[in-house]
């Protein structure tokens, strides 16, 4: 069994690019894909990444994201902040046939 | 494309069974290598994988629930759904409905007597 590890808050300017990590604390990050849920305020989740680095249609490429081996963790890069990418962001991987979620991170935009 | 829509009563007292349902579109739930999964996000919490039901109809289901969790597919109806046995306050929450790149609405239940 694993844990998926993200910041609990983070945040940043309009316009600006921002990143969100998730690191994972046994096994190899590359053995499972990773995926990444947006959920607004008062909203239900919705995928931004999945696949590690794909985006369901509709997604802006201004999400993007990335895996890095060296620290065992994914990436969630957004870039040209918009107040409406203000959100809880999370990190979801698979242990086996159990889904792993991280604990979520807030994004402020301000 | 793809989308899901859960539905469920709502209120469940405590100790009885909760019986949700989620309507597939856009995609056969039988289609090879599919899976379809559900996760529930009690009040102001996080999200948490409860179960998964894949596309030849093998289910797993969060170990931390026990023997309380059957999850099951209609291929006429192409919808899954899911029972929670013997329910407990614990087990409000927003249940979804989702794959890894699409997500349903949601549907609340609250356990209440």
């Known amino acids: 069994n694993f844990m998926l590890s993200q910041p609990h808050s983070v945040s940043e300017s309009p316009g600006k690019t921002v990143s969100i990590s998730c690191t994972r604390s046994?096994?190899?990050?590359?053995?499972?894909?990773v995926q990444w849920h947006q959920q607004r305020p008062g909203g239900s989740p919705t995928a931004v990444i999945y696949?590690?680095?794909?985006?369901p249609s509709g997604v802006p490429d201004r999400f993007s994201a990335s895996i890095d081996t060296s620290s065992n963790s994914a990436s969630l890069t957004i870039s040209g902040l918009k107040t409406e990418d203000e959100a809880d962001y999370y990190c979801q991987s698979f242990d086996g046939n159990t889904w792993v979620f991280g604990g979520g991170t807030r994004l402020t935009v301000l | 494309q793809r989308q899901l829509q859960e539905s469920g009563p709502g209120l469940v007292r405590p100790s009885e069974t909760l019986s949700l349902t989620c309507i597939v579109s856009g995609a056969s739930i039988s289609s090879s290598n599919s899976f379809w999964g559900w996760v529930r996000q009690p009040p102001g919490k996080g999200l948490e994988w409860v179960a998964t039901?894949?596309?030849?109809?093998?289910?797993y289901s969060n170990l931390s629930l026990g023997s309380r969790v059957t999850v099951s597919g209609d291929t006429s109806k192409n919808e899954i759904s899911l029972k929670l046995r013997s329910v407990t306050a614990t087990d409000t929450a927003v249940y979804y409905c989702?794959?890894?790149?699409?997500w349903g609405r949601g549907t609340s239940v609250i356990v209440s007597s």
């Open positions: 039901i894949y596309y030849s109809g093998r289910t």
């Open positions: 989702a794959t890894a790149d699409v």
């Open positions: 696949e590690d680095t794909l985006r």
């Open positions: 046994s096994g190899s990050i590359v053995s499972t894909y």
